[in-house]
């Protein structure tokens, strides 16, 4: 069931990763092995964020938080081939119209959940340091913790699609 991809999702990729990263031998030089780590431990932090989300949100939330540190990390230096795009600024207004919609809503998870997208906006905006794909999967994946956030947060929220969450959390 849903359970079972969960907690396997992540080891798959992290497997992928270092089959692509030792069988292609296109990975040389420290610098770029030091990219497949840091890549693979955000992907290990990844997998307790699902693992632990439905125990505890906010220790859930800060497995993600610590994985997005981990890529603006490797965004920023092993993999980096270009500066911020400036269009990438836009995430921080993003980000500034969600927290403001959302705050009633929020409790005691405000500092949480605004931290959590502070970090998330800042993982978007240093994607666009590695190439167009990046940029776009981060900018979707910010998209879509955005919808998520509203699904969680704000009151009789929906959308014209079903609920890829539900099971997850």
């Known amino acids: ?25 296109r990975v040389r030089g420290r610098r770029a092995w030091w990219g497949v780590g840091l890549l693979g431990l955000g992907i290990v932090a990844s997998f307790f964020g699902d693992i632990l989300l439905g125990a505890s949100f906010v220790v859930g939330l800060g497995c993600f938080a610590a994985a997005h540190v981990i890529y603006v990390v490797l ?7 270009r500066p911020i795009a400036w269009w990438s600024f836009g995430y921080v ?10 705050w009633p ?6 500092p ?9 906006a800042l993982t978007a905006m240093t994607a666009t340091r590695v190439g167009a794909i990046a940029a776009w999967g981060w900018g ?13 947060f704000f009151p009789d929220f929906t959308t014209a699609f ?3 969450w539900q099971d997850l959390a």
């Open 75 to 81: 965004f920023n230096g092993a993999a980096r081939a």
């Open 140 to 152: 979707l994946f910010l998209a879509s913790d955005a919808l998520l956030a509203f699904r969680l």
């Open 162 to 164: 079903p609920d890829p």
């Open 93 to 102: 207004a993003v980000l500034v119209v969600v927290v403001i919609v959302l």
């Open 1 to 25: 069931g849903s359970a079972l991809t969960k907690a396997l999702l992540m080891p798959v990729l992290l497997a992928a990763v270092l089959v692509v990263a030792l069988w292609t031998r």
């Open 112 to 120: 949480i959940v605004v931290g959590y997208g502070v970090v998330l």
């Open 105 to 110: 809503h929020l409790g005691d998870l405000r």
